[in-house]
């Protein structure tokens, strides 16, 4: 690889971020992964990831692997939602926008749109204490007496109220009661959000017995992944009772329950990165934008097998997923911002979070950073890192829900080379950030050319396994798709009924 001359500032990204702060884990932790071991110096992660630096108004196959190389670097470990790693990649695209010559897209002025993130971490067993009728007490260990899934809190005098019929959840929720289902897990989850209960939302736990469930040995839940604070967050535990305890559930002997979790909350924030080029129009009633999107997220570092050796390599670098997909829209910022001005404004969001429910797309349509209606088209670019023989091969794109607006069939009357999704039975419109938009009304699809293969989610979706020559080709169909669309004397429309969701 060739070094590339620094040109881009670099100081205010630096004082935004923060990222000196970043240490990688992984040269202390070698059990985390075995392939990890950064030879670089890890003073300063971006100089470690290296990357594409040259600002030009082309777009190579060396600019984009350059990019894929940085963002899906194995010292970014996968850069999973409300991780240090991910807060790099995002100052790493931050500082590429910057250098293309656009201008922070944050409500506050920044690059960044902050996701506040958090999990639970366990330092002991958590405990379920039992009041049971007449007096009595016991207490269940984690992993022998019960399991839970969710985002424990610890709760103290629940009042236990049965329910062995789906006309027994109560209309009203309460926090102060732990309700217990008679059932399967599946009919009660059924029953709470029939009921307007989704997820058991506020009320204190959800309590299944079942007798038959293996009863283990006393331990501490693995952490689970970072998450948006709110939402599901807020939701409570589901506890599984196991073994004997279960029985007492059965015979109604249990009156009231505390859960203490000795969890301990660990918070982080994570990022939306947000770039703006204001276009001829800008500050005018008239102004409209076209919207970039690509996530920068991927899942991270696979979780050790108890009992098994550590695999050789267990860093999900996410090179096509979506590394691709982030380098050539950091290139087509970086040529439309070399280019004339366009009448149309730009902007770009390198989302956080599609990996774990589209977290950073939702947050970004809740709370956008410009007006919804004046979005006249969200694009949003996934895996576009290897060619797809069914429409074409090397530097042919698809275009998911081409059915479901006018957009496919305007880009090709102009011109633009891209074809519908050849594989509509795998619902890609609804797989990726771009039903994020749909939902709030914006019309939005995802150019793509994932062609099925064998490495998605796999440690093998390293950056050498793409094809720039076809992504270059790729590229250069998307900036004529951007340009047609920043002109401004056009804008899609949904179809008729659309956007079906
Ligand atoms: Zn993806």
Known sequence: MQTLSRRAPRAGVALIFAYGAVTFAAAQEPERSASTEPSESAADPLDAIGGDVEVTAGISSAELRGHVQALSHDLLRGRPLGSEESMVAAAYCAARLEAAGLRPGAADGTWLQRIPCQRTVYDEVPELALTLNGGDAETLAYGAGFTFRGRASDVDGLACVYVEEENEVPETARADVALVFLTSAGRARRWLKSAGHPGGAGFGLVVVPNTRAKVGAPARPRPGSMLPAGGAATLPAQIAVRGEAASLFEDHAVESIALETHGRVERRDDANVVGVLPGTRAGTPDESYLLLCAHRDHVGVKPLQEGQPAPEDAILNGADDDASGCSVVLELAEAIAAGERPERSLVVVLVTGEERGMVGSRHFAEDPTVPLESIACALNFEMLGRPDDLVGGAGKLWLTGDDRSSLGPALRG?????????????????????????????????????????????????????????????????????????????????????PKL
Do not use: I
Request: hydrophobic content about 40%; overall charge negative; aromatic content about 10%.
């Open 414 to 498: 102009k011109g633009v080379e891209v074809s519908a999704d050849p594989r509509p039975e795998g619902n890609f419109f609804v797989r990726s950030d771009n039903v994020s938009f749909a939902r709030v009304g914006v019309v939005s699809q995802t150019l793509s050319s994932y062609n099925m293969h064998a490495d998605y989610h796999k440690v093998t979706d390293e950056w050498d396994t793409l094809d720039y020559a076809h992504m270059e080709r790729a590229s250069a169909a998307c900036l004529d798709a951007v340009r047609s669309l920043l002109a401004g004397d056009w804008a899609p429309t949904w179809n008729e009924g659309e």
